[in-house]
């Protein structure tokens, strides 16, 4: 029960309600939240019964979880894309603004990016320990930037920013094809997708070619975490930036009826 000043009764603190940016991230963070359970219990799925497949047949010696990378960093790609483009008129409809809707809808990406990456990290770690006590031998197909000696705060950072910038960009790509046309759409994504392209070579493979690594300590073969970081925070704020000034200009249809 609460008294007509919005108290609480028997508090002096007053209840604080949600703004509409954080109950925008909220809402986005939430919905999300019910796909990603089902795209994560089927990866543990996989992950869990792919080695007692192979081991049937031959050695168990390659992780199953880091083939899920990929899928990381596209499926909830392509889910941003699908809100970016269907859900600004709904939240416009409810009476907020596009500046609310674009600030939670980044925080929600940014949100989504830090969970992916800690399951993912921390899965990697899991699975290791899991192969280890099994008697099998685990390993990377493609060692590239990742190692079997690697921490759990670099694979988390490293998949921090592969992610924050793949959730982001997929708000953008979803917003010109809306705001723009299937066209303008088309001929952007060298733009708007290629970032999180570069993330998934910078991060997945080895990197002798890599422009400057050398000024950021690299072994000679693969990307040091510090470039990792840098290019993405640059491509993470680029992407927010276009996605801020388009998102929050777009034209959106009146609400019919």
Do not use: C
Request: no cysteine; proline share 5%.
């Amino acid at each position: 029960m609460t008294t007509s000043t919005g108290t609480r009764l028997g508090s002096a603190r007053p209840v604080r309600r949600q703004g509409p940016v954080l109950r925008t991230a909220a809402s986005l963070t939430g919905w999300f939240a019910q796909i990603a359970l089902w795209y994560w219990a089927l990866v543990l799925v996989a992950v869990l019964g792919v080695p007692f497949v192979v081991g049937a047949v031959g050695d168990v010696s390659v992780s199953v979880l880091w083939f899920a990378r990929q899928s990381g960093v596209w499926f909830p790609f392509s889910v941003l894309i699908g809100v970016a483009a269907t859900y600004p008129p709904v939240h416009v409809a409810q009476g907020m603004t596009r500046r609310a809707y674009v600030k939670g809808a980044l925080i929600a990406a940014v949100v989504l990016a830090a969970a992916f990456a800690l399951l993912m990290a921390g899965g990697l770690l899991a699975e290791r320990a899991w192969y280890g006590a099994m008697g099998w031998d685990w390993s990377l197909q493609d060692q590239g930037w990742f190692d079997p000696e690697i921490t759990f705060g670099s694979l988390f950072v490293a998949y921090l920013a592969t992610f924050a910038v793949s959730y982001v960009s997929g708000l953008l790509v979803g917003t010109v094809y809306a705001a723009a046309g299937g066209w303008w759409g088309t001929l952007t994504l060298p733009l708007t997708a290629g970032p999180s392209l570069l993330m998934t070579i910078l991060v997945g493979n080895s990197n002798d070619w890599v422009p400057f690594s050398e000024l950021f300590g690299s072994d000679g073969g693969s990307t040091p975490l510090a470039l990792v970081l840098t290019v993405g925070l640059v491509l993470a704020l680029a992407l927010a930036a276009a996605f801020w000034l388009i998102a929050a200009r777009r034209a959106i249809p009146p609400r019919r009826g």
